[in-house]
C-alpha cells in the first residue's frame, strides 16, 4: 500500500469518508485488538475488522501493523488517530455546549472507583442520585483496574494519587486512615494482640502483592516483624467479608468500619494515611452530567468527613 502524505489521500475519498469509520479506528488503536475495540463499541469483531480495512482502502494505506502480540498503528495511523481524537474532542465539547442549556441531568456518566470505595461508599449514593434524576444514568466500575480517560473508557475516577501527566483536572476529595481491625466473633474465640511480638502469632488477612497498584496496597511488609498474611486477597470485600467471618485480623479504611459494632480495632499502633482524587478530562469538564456527577461525589464526602477518620 502506499504511503499517507498528511491528508491528501483523504481528498480522494471524502465523499465516502465518515467519521463513523474512524470511531473503529480510535477503538482498535486503543485496545490494541480487535476482539477489544468490539468489546467497547458492542459490536461483532467482524464488523470492526470490515470497517477499518475500508478506510483503508479509501485512504490507500495501512493504519495497523498487525502482529501476534496485537495491534499497532503505522505512521499513517497514527495521524489518523490523532486527527480523530482531535474531531472526538470537539463533538465532546460541542455536546458540552448544547446540552448544558437543559437543566435536566440526563444521559450515561462512568465512574471508575477503588473497590472498597466504590462498592461501600459511592454505590448507595449515586443510585439514590439516579432516583432523583429520572434520566441519569451511572454506570459504578469499583475495582483495583486503571481505566483510562484519555481513552473514553470511563468520565470520572477516583484514584489514590493525583495524576502527574495528561489533560485531566484532578481535585482531592480526602485524606482517609487504614487501620487493623477484627471482628466481635473473632474477639470471641481470641485474644487481640497489643504488640506487635503477639502480631505475628495472629491470622491475618491482607492484600494480594504485586498488582502494580500505586501507591502499594500491601501492608505488611510496613509491620516490624515477620508478619505474613493466612489468606490475601486483590478485593477489599473479600478480605471484609474474611474478617467478619471471624478469620483474622485485616487491615481496614475507617469509612469500611465507621457505625458498624461488630468491627472491634486492634490495640497495636499501627496506621496509614491515604489520599482520594477525582479526575475528569478536560473535554468533559464542561459536560453537564460529568460535572454534577463530580461535584455530588465531592459534597457527599465532604458531608462524610469524619467517616474517613474514625475515633
Known amino acids: 500500500m502506499a504511503t499517507l502524505d498528511g491528508c491528501a489521500g483523504m481528498q480522494h475519498a471524502q465523499d465516502r469518508f465518515q467519521w463513523d469509520d474512524l470511531r473503529y479506528v480510535l477503538a482498535v488503536a486503543r485496545a490494541r485488538s480487535v476482539s477489544g475495540a468490539a468489546q467497547q463499541l458492542r459490536v461483532d469483531h467482524t464488523t470492526v475488522s470490515r470497517r477499518v480495512s475500508r478506510l483503508e482502502q479509501l485512504l490507500n494505506t495501512a493504519l495497523f501493523n498487525r502482529t501476534r502480540s496485537g495491534y499497532s498503528t503505522t505512521a ?8 480523530a481524537q482531535q474531531m472526538e474532542s470537539a463533538l465532546i465539547r460541542c455536546e458540552g455546549e448544547i446540552t448544558n442549556r437543559n437543566d ?36 459504578l466500575y469499583p475495582s483495583q483496574t486503571r481505566y483510562s480517560l484519555a481513552d473514553r473508557e470511563v468520565d470520572i475516577v477516583i ?19 487504614i487501620r487493623l481491625y477484627a471482628s466481635r466473633s473473632y474477639c470471641d474465640l481470641h485474644e487481640l494482640p497489643r504488640s506487635f511480638e503477639a502480631l505475628q502469632a495472629a491470622p491475618i ?69 491515604r ?23 465531592q459534597s457527599e464526602v465532604r458531608k462524610s468527613r469524619s467517616t474517613f477518620f474514625a475515633d
Open 205 to 273: 488477612i491482607g492484600y494480594v502483592e504485586n498488582l502494580g497498584t500505586e501507591p502499594p496496597v500491601d501492608f505488611l511488609p510496613l509491620l516490624p516483624g515477620k508478619v505474613r498474611a493466612r489468606f490475601a486477597s486483590s478485593n477489599l470485600l473479600a478480605q471484609i467479608n474474611a474478617v467478619l467471618a471471624g478469620q483474622g485480623i485485616g487491615f481496614l479504611p475507617d469509612f469500611v468500619v465507621d457505625g458498624r459494632p461488630e468491627f472491634v480495632p486492634v490495640p497495636v499502633e499501627f496506621q496509614i494515611d
Open 104 to 139: 435536566e441531568l440526563r444521559g450515561t456518566v462512568r465512574v471508575a472507583a477503588p473497590d472498597g470505595f466504590g462498592s461501600i461508599f459511592l454505590a448507595p449514593r449515586l443510585a439514590q442520585l439516579c432516583t432523583d434524576h429520572p434520566e441519569l444514568r451511572v454506570q
Open 76 to 83: 499513517a495511523g497514527a495521524r489518523v488517530v490523532e486527527l
Open 159 to 177: 484514584g489514590l494519587q493525583k495524576p502527574a501527566t495528561g489533560r485531566l483536572t484532578a481535585r482531592k476529595l480526602t485524606e482517609y486512615r
Open 275 to 297: 489520599e482520594l482524587w477525582l479526575m475528569i478530562h478536560e473535554d468533559n469538564r464542561n459536560l453537564a452530567r460529568v460535572q454534577a456527577v463530580a461535584e455530588f461525589i
